[in-house]
């Protein structure tokens, strides 16, 4: 396993939580050129979570669970690999009608249905079981801004796994001390990126375990379109369509954490790639 990132951007270690009041991400964004057709003979199974002996989640809260453990599973080994405390992140899946409290919330402090959320002032990555679902049966396929304008598609397991991934991304910003370190210098679009491209690699690993089905890589490359938008005058702004896929597809092409630094780069931090 690489290095988890390059010893230019290298924070300490042991780093204090940003607390940010930052709005929940809501993964929405917005277009891309011309949706990707579904490759022939995929489907929407499930991808296999932790091993194949492992029993699979039979529902949406335990299938975000699973997810989230396979994903922390991988950042654990990356972190370790690259000599660094275990990432720590607590996780709350908001069951359907129903909010949790939040710094990260709305005005009233909560977030509900339409949460995807990672909140750094409590560490807490935050998906809705709604949202996860509408995701996984297609039902925002014309809400979301890049698939309502006709790019990608959310759909299928693998569509809420790189949801879920991509959260998790946040978590290794706040725990490499990124946040802290350049929140103020960057724009969101550059974290944006980075997270899509970490989710990526994490995509990648398991590829490379053979735990994925037939059409998995496609539904994370059309959620990464679904989910882009061209409001570039939007302090908010999270990316292109076409940036958000290449983001993820350049983290699942390297397989490497540290390629992933070229987001932060490109941004305005300098350096070569």
Known sequence: ??????????????LLLV?????????SSAKADGQRERPAGSD?????????????????EQFLTAV?????TYWTRVFEDSGLPEPRV????????QTAASACGDESGTLGDSAAAYCPGEDTIYISQKFATDIYNGSLDHVLPGSSQGYGRTIGDFSVAYIVAHEYGHEVQDELGLFQEYGQQLPTMAFELQADCYAGTWAKSAYDENRLED???????????AVGDFDESN?????????????WNSGFETGDPSSCSEYLDQAGLGGST
């Open 1 to 14: 396993m690489h290095s988890l990132i390059r010893p230019r951007l290298f924070v300490a270690a042991a």
């Open 44 to 60: 929407t199974r499930s991808l296999i979570l932790g091993s194949k002996d492992t029993a699979q989640p039979e529902n949406i």
């Open 235 to 247: 302090p908010g702004h999270h990316g292109t369509p076409e940036q958000r896929e290449e983001a």
């Open 90 to 97: 607590g996780f709350t899946g908001i069951p359907a009608g």
């Open 215 to 225: 059409g998995d890589v496609q539904e994370a490359l059309d959620a990464a379109l």
């Open 19 to 27: 607390v940010l009041a930052v709005a929940p991400e809501q993964l």
């Open 68 to 72: 989230t453990e396979d994903v922390d």
